[in-house]
């Protein structure tokens, strides 16, 4: 620091000399001025606070319970610095219980197992994850995050029990059910601090557990960065990061910030390298304003090396990266947020993550994330979800960025008001709205304020690799997803779904208009795809273009709407080329719990808000073997209870399976126009009264194998479409 | 950012050494030997020397860059075209082309054009770029005066054959100043004349190129600090990792290339380059805009002023990640902002190609030629967002390249937002399966009129030749004296059609204030595939008999027009019919499609089964006086058969009839219009006009409200305020 103290005195010297120079013409006395303005102290680097930006590893040796190592050239290092020293710390780390049931409610420290033995030898961090696969009890476990298993049905010895790498286990007694799981990490790195170097000889601040001739050691900036982070909160300056690779082995805190600015010198080269470690490159914690600029930030997993999801034993879903995860920045009530040209790489977890306290209607915490703004940033080659906002945070906007390669979503969110804009997306998951966070309850603010409020527009999504596409799911309302382009695209390209698992609710007040959704695709693997999918209520659909270019391609849907779906609204869009022109789908339901005769609760219908229809006069069909066996009236919807009631009683058990339609869907197909599709139209779902489809034009184009225009089986009403190219004979009671 | 980045260079300008702790991130160009000075004056220099008199030595230094005009007489850029295929037709002169004798009197810079006509063994020629041509002289193999002193040889070649010959002749030394003297400057070269008022002036452009070098070397940033930048040449960024180049001010930081040549800045390969906050100004404004334009020459096609004397303010070739913000760019030749490079199914192994540029907040203004321009499909994602386009003589935006975004600009007083343009030079084998040219063009503002080559009028959104997947929403015309977007579906064999095209929300106020009205149209379309849904058009008070709202050109296929309110125009909606010609015949059945004329008879490779059962008209005197039936389209030949014989000979004109066209044109709102609506064209079987409205409105001479020569099936329009007789049953096929 004492550099930068003296700049004042150095900016005097700095006017002195161009005023000398004589400098004729133009104003470098503007230099002076702009800097006057400003604090000169104003940005803190983290070099000089003792961060080494250094990617320097040499080998060392260590000896069990000494804090001395010898290394093969110490030129690099300076006392005070981190290091972190792999092979020589054998530990265990985040033991956790979870389970039986929900892995995501109430996970405990509280293990009570024994760990021993780790030798290293299966690398410097192995995560061990076991889990009871049956109530004798029994268990599997990997050491890969669950993308292979191991031992199965092993039984529980409650003594020592091999695992790999040396490492054994021991159960305590307790009451194993079906769906408990224990992970744990078996690492082997020391991270300390160099407390004296002599000659090769670094001693720690800490000592090794074990002796190793083959340590590899190198820098740890977390501590120096840290360090500065905090001192530049505290002092109200900035961080300046120079050129370099900054390991870390735990991720920096950005806590309470007034107003910072971190920046990164390039955003290729200031690289904040968290390979080794664990946590969020950047965990932002409350405060008002945080700026991040100009940096990489890479990780440990890619998407070759995804770890694996999968249902536990007692039928939850359960997603290993949690085990070892690394994220490029994180959220958490930060009221104003700006990323600009940040790039992350290779991040096992959510790149960034936004998860903290958020509004609940009228309730208004003290702090929470109102505006955060990726600009110009970049994911590739990552494990998991590019963006997330996983809380209700407001104003959350991705802007003109850039994601390639993401094993999950491009974005998921139940933040409010979202805006995702003008980015360009290959080879990753959907992009999600909504997707409430599924261990939440149904909560009253979604009522009050909603959730998943966003706008989708102008981005263009490529079909390399993993084509997500936009879904609109699991509680959002109130959602736009325009004038986006898909190219190429081999998956579904958008998706209003009013899906519900577990308590959240169905989504609704959706608008997709604008859209050019080009569905060619020639490369291996074709999907089965659909261009616009439509189960929510409320919804627009209008003046999107969805085709294949060349020959029809049976695969693909034009668009398809769901009984069930009340207000739709889909006109003036231009279907070509496509398997299926517009098609209707029937919503079914299965009954896993009666409570009487006429009172009973499912899964398949969405758990209707309690704001809406609440199912009131709707029809159900009972089906056996997929054939109509009976019909009912439904009574109503209890949204608190979820039970469903009948007008009548009926003989009822759980399994049975049902389709449902309501009295009136208010349909509104028109103007429409379908061309070079196999099947143009198929209305084969429930409809209703006020299902119409109307002021159609479906041509026969290129599809010289089509042979109806319209096939009706349900409800509808038509009227003035227009038939062209087709055997009339072949398509009856259609008026041209 | 600023306070380090100022901070920074205070520590690097007092005190360099810092510069290896990682502190000094940003090199100053200053420090690097660069004036920023605008001082000039005058000298005397002798044939043969190196040494000049200045008449005040100012603030020169030894090492330093500088220019001084009339004192070093040089050819430049001979250049030579014969007939043949556009952008195919450059010939290597040889030594077939001499020059000699300049003396400077015409200017510091100029550029010579002999165009010979095919057949003739006579030239005219050009000092002007075409303004003034000097009449045809007979070739005579000797040296024969032009102007300026300037005299020509042209030696024996088959010159009959037709030619354009160009090159330079320039009186400029750029060199480096060794030795100061008193008022004695030694140069590093010496002039080749000698004259007594030599204008000298600082060359900044050397001392930049190394502060830039020096910069990439040791993964710096690079600052220049408010001053006039001087440059002979541009300076090149290759191989960047993350490089920021900033400028203190927008205003007062300038680069001036008005005597020089190339681009400011031209970035090569390397990933990310900022470059924030500069002025740059070139030789040529708005207007010379007819100088930049294709020079109409007989020897040769496509010979554009702009390619003899350029230049740009930004140039990239394959960098990924380019922001370009704050950049104002004034006076430029050719682009103001242009990448090209290779795409990715070209680029090299370890080699990039353009991605993600973004021009954000910059400005296009007082230019001869194109404001942005991706020349082929190889940049991916460039955004040009806020930026602004004024008095601009080219292209306002023009690109080949994939998934851009043009969106949130002002522009007035300019060229075509081109799409497309994707000629056999500006694609590649990735075209087929990939597309080009996709784009977003919204919330833009287009003022006043399109003004191209220095002619007014134009197309203010034009899609075309090869683009893809264009969205067109939300942009304001305002007092809109051209026409808007097009959507056309005409092209070369050796190109492809535009399709799938959205035009939606835009609001077009058409009225002309203050000007000479044009013919003009907001929205005309000719390309397969494309929605125009929810657009205004209107004129304020008046109707204006010359704005045309929607005029839709057969045989586009797959129109969907609905729920547009089009007021106070004298053409409400005009349906056109299809035209194209003979270009070779192959035998009694089979023809060719001419590449000129109209050219409304696509060429759609991946759907040739379309065709069957197409008919042609026959056009005698511009009617149709007999038909055939298309029986087949070779995608592979481009041949067209029909089903019967036909007289046909080469130029004979015809209508196209497409059976089956699929239009709707519905709900919109037709009020106020002289000929509200016209559908005059053949028609089809799928051609509709239903539910629409149409008002007589304030068009008191309005007669009839929907004209109809075509097969239209006509449903459920409502018809208020016209004569019954002439509405009520509007004439059917």
Same mark, same amino acid.
């Given at each position: ?556 849907? /034009? ?7 009340? $207000?739709? &609204?889909? *006109? @003036? =869009?231009? %279907?070509?080329? !496509? ?77 049975? /399976? ?7 869907? $208010?349909? &509104?197909? *028109? @103007? =429409?126009? %379908?061309?070079? !599709? ?59 | ?733």
């Amino acid at each position: 620091m004492q550099r930068f103290s003296c700049c004042r005195w150095l900016l005097v010297t700095l006017i002195a000399t161009v005023a000398a120079g004589g400098e004729p013409g133009p104003k470098s006395a503007s230099l002076p001025n702009r800097q006057a303005e400003g604090d000169t102290n104003a940005w803190l680097n983290v070099r000089d606070l003792g961060a080494s930006g250094s990617k320097f590893e040499t080998r060392g040796s260590t000896t069990d319970g000494s804090k001395q190592i010898t290394v093969a050239n110490a030129s690099d290092f300076k006392v005070g610095q981190g290091v972190m020293v792999s092979r020589c710390n054998i530990r265990y780390v985040n033991p956790t219980l979870w389970g039986p049931g929900e892995p995501y409610i109430g996970a405990s420290k509280d293990t009570g197992m024994g760990i021993r033995g780790y030798d290293g030898a299966a690398g410097s961090w192995i995560v061990f994850l076991l889990e009871m696969d049956s109530a004798e009890p029994t268990f599997r476990w990997s050491e890969d995050l669950a993308r292979n298993w191991k031992g199965t049905k092993v039984p529980v010895t409650y003594d020592w029990q091999p695992l790999g790498g040396g490492v054994e286990v021991r159960f305590s007694r307790r009451d194993w059910k079906p769906g408990h799981m224990i992970s744990f990490s078996a690492r082997d790195q020391l991270v300390s601090t160099i407390e004296k170097i002599e000659g090769n000889v670094l001693t720690l601040r800490d000592g090794a557990n074990r002796t190793a001739g083959d340590a590899v050691v190198r820098h740890c900036d977390s501590m120096a960065l840290q360090a500065a982070f905090d001192r530049a909160i505290r002092e109200k300056k900035n961080v300046f990061i120079p050129i370099g690779r900054y390991r870390l082995a735990t991720g920096l805190f950005v806590r309470n910030a007034g107003a910072i600015a971190i920046e990164g010198q390039s955003s290729e080269d200031t690289i904040l390298d968290i390979s080794d470690g664990q946590g969020a490159c950047l965990a932002l914690d409350r405060g008002t304003e945080v700026t991040v600029r100009n940096l990489r930030l890479v990780g440990h997993t890619g998407l070759a090396e995804q770890p694996g999801a999968f249902r536990t034993s007692s039928g939850f879903s359960f997603w290993a990266c949690t085990l070892k995860s690394c994220s490029g920045a994180s959220i958490n009530g930060t009221e104003r947020v700006l990323f600009e040209n940040v790039h992350a790489s290779r991040m096992a977890s959510e790149c960034f993550i936004s998860g903290g306290p958020y509004r609940r209607g009228a309730e208004e915490p003290k702090q929470y994330t109102k505006s955060a703004t990726y600009l110009r940033c970049s994911v590739t080659d990552c494990a998991a979800n590019a963006f997330n906002n996983c809380d209700f945070a407001e104003n959350t906007s991705v802007l003109y960025c850039r994601i390639n390669g993401a094993g999950w979503h491009a974005y998921e969110g139940s933040g409010r008001f979202i805006r995702f804009i003008g980015n360009y997306v290959r080879n990753a998951g959907p992009v999600t709205i909504g997707d409430i966070p599924h261990t939440l309850p149904r909560l009253d603010h979604y009522h009050d304020l909603g959730i998943g409020q966003a706008v989708v527009r102008d981005n263009v999504f490529e079909g390399i690799g993993r084509c997500g596409g936009v879904t609109a799911i699991y509680g959002t309302t109130q959602v736009v997803i325009a004038n986006n382009l898909f190219i190429n695209y081999n998956g579904n390209a958008i998706h209003a779904s009013s899906a519900t698992v577990h308590n959240n609710y169905p989504s609704r007040n959706i608008t997709i208009s604008g859209n050019i959704i080009d569905l060619t695709y020639a490369g291996e693997k074709p999907s089965s795809r659909i261009g616009i999918n439509v189960s929510a209520s409320d919804t627009l659909v209008h003046d999107n273009q969805i085709y294949v270019r060349g020959a029809c391609d049976a695969k693909v849907t /034009g668009l398809q709407f769901r009984d069930g779906a009340l $207000n739709v &609204n889909a *006109h @003036d =869009n231009l %279907i070509r080329n !496509c398997g299926r022109g517009i098609t209707t789908q029937r919503l079914s339901g299965t009954i896993t719990e009666t409570a009487d005769s006429r009172t009973f609760r499912q899964t398949g219908l969405p758990l209707e808000w309690r704001t809406s229809h609440l199912y009131r006069n709707w029809n159900l069909v009972w089906l056996k073997s997929n054939k109509p066996v009976g019909e009912s009236v439904m009574d109503g919807y209890d949204p608190a209870a979820l039970q469903f009631k009948l007008k009548e009683p009926r003989d009822m058990k759980v399994g049975d /399976g049902f389709e449902v339609f309501p009295p009136s869907a $208010n349909w &509104n197909i *028109h @103007d =429409n126009t %379908i061309t070079g !599709c196999q099947q143009p139209v198929t209305l084969t779902g429930y409809g209703s009264d006020s299902s119409f489809f109307r002021d159609n034009l479906v041509e026969r184009g290129g599809a010289t194998n089509a042979t109806q225009a319209i096939v009706i089986t349900g409800r509808f009403q038509l009227n003035g479409n227009h038939i062209a190219g087709f055997d009339e004979k072949n398509n009856p009671g259609i008026k041209p | 950012m600023k306070s380090a980045v100022l901070l920074n260079i205070v520590l690097l300008a007092v005190w360099p050494g810092l510069a290896q702790t990682g502190a000094a991130d940003w090199l100053n160009v200053r420090d690097c030997g660069a004036s920023g000075s605008k001082f000039e004056t005058t000298a005397a220099t002798t044939a043969g020397s190196n040494q000049i008199t200045v008449a005040n030595a100012g603030n020169f230094k030894v090492g330093q860059g500088i220019m001084v005009s009339k004192c070093n007489i040089r050819y430049t850029r001979l250049n030579m075209w014969g007939t043949g295929e556009r952008y195919y037709n450059t010939k290597k002169p040889g030594s077939s082309v001499e020059m000699r004798g300049y003396d400077g009197s015409a200017g510091s810079w100029v550029v010579y054009v002999l165009d010979i006509a095919p057949g003739q063994r006579a030239f005219r020629w050009t000092d002007d770029l075409g303004r003034n041509w000097h009449p045809a002289v007979a070739i005579t193999h000797d040296w024969q005066a032009l102007s300026g002193g300037v005299e020509v040889r042209l030696n024996e070649r088959d010159w009959e054959s037709g030619y354009v010959i160009s090159f330079g002749a320039r009186d400029q030394l750029v060199t480096t100043i060794e030795k100061i003297a008193g008022n004695v400057l030694t140069l590093k070269d010496a002039a080749n004349r000698s004259v007594q008022d030599a204008v000298v002036r600082h060359n900044d452009g050397v001392a930049l190129q190394a502060a830039i070098d020096r910069a990439l070397k040791e993964k710096r940033n690079v600052y220049v600090p408010a001053g006039h930048y001087r440059m002979a040449r541009g300076v090149s960024v290759k191989n960047a990792a993350a490089i920021t180049i900033e400028g203190a001010s927008a205003v007062d930081t300038v680069l001036d290339i008005s005597d020089g040549e190339g681009s400011c800045f031209s970035l090569s390969d390397g990933t990310e380059v900022t470059l924030r906050n500069f002025r740059m100004t070139g030789f040529m404004g708005f207007d010379e805009a007819d100088r930049a334009d294709e020079l109409s020459t007989k020897g040769a096609t496509a010979v554009w002023g702009l390619w003899l004397k350029t230049c740009y303010a930004v140039g990239i070739d394959g960098t990924e990640r380019v922001l370009v913000e704050n950049c104002h760019a004034s006076r430029m030749s050719s682009e103001c902002f242009v990448s090209g490079g290779p795409s990715r199914g070209t680029v090299k192994p370890g080699r990039h190609h353009s991605q993600a540029i973004t021009y954000l907040r910059c400005s296009a203004t007082d230019c001869a030629r194109n404001a942005f321009n991706d020349v082929n499909c190889g940049t991916e994602n460039t955004s040009v967002l806020h930026c602004r386009i004024v008095n601009v003589g080219g292209n306002t935006w023009e690109g080949a390249s994939r998934f851009v975004k043009f969106i949130g600009n002002y522009v007035r007083n300019a060229g075509p937002v081109g799409i497309g343009n994707l000629g056999p030079a500006n694609r590649d084998k990735t075209y087929p399966d990939l597309g080009a040219g996709q784009h977003i063009v919204a919330d833009n503002v287009f003022e006043g009129k399109v003004s191209y080559g220095g002619r007014a009028g134009g197309n203010a959104v034009c899609t075309s030749r090869g683009a893809t997947q264009v969205i067109v929403r939300n942009n304001l015309f305002i007092n809109f004296n051209s026409s808007g977007v097009t959507a056309s579906g005409e092209a070369i064999s050796r190109e492809y059609p535009a399709a799938n095209t959205t035009i939606t929300g835009n609001i077009f106020d058409m009225t002309c204030v203050g000007q000479k009205p044009l013919r003009r149209t907001a929205i005309n379309v000719s390309a397969n595939d494309t929605i125009i849904a929810d657009n205004q058009i209107y004129v304020r008070g008046q109707c204006d008999p010359l704005a045309s709202g929607i005029r839709l050109r057969e045989p586009a296929l797959n129109l969907i027009v609905h729920d547009n309110l089009i007021r106070n125009c004298g053409f409400g909606v005009v349906t056109e019919r299809g035209r194209a010609q003979i270009g070779e015949v192959v035998d009694a059945r089979t023809f060719l499609r001419a590449d000129r004329g109209p050219m409304n008879l696509p060429l759609e490779r991946s759907s040739p089964w379309q065709y069957r059962g197409w008919g042609i008209a026959w056009l005698v005197e511009n009617k149709p006086a007999a038909t055939s039936v298309i029986e087949s389209f070779d995608p592979e030949t481009l041949q067209f058969k029909l089903r019967e014989p036909h007289e046909m000979k080469a130029g004979d004109r015809f209508d196209v009839i497409a059976p089956s066209l699929n239009w709707n044109i519905h709900d919109n709102t037709i009020t106020g219009c002289q000929q509200p609506v016209m559908l005059t064209s053949h028609g089809s079987d799928t051609s509709f006009f239903r539910n629409n409205l149409i008002e007589r409105g304030g068009a008191t001479n309005a007669t009839q409200a929907i004209v109809v020569t075509g097969r239209f099936k006509l449903d459920g329009n409502h018809i208020a305020g016209f004569d019954g007789k002439s509405t009520d049953a509007p004439h059917k096929p």
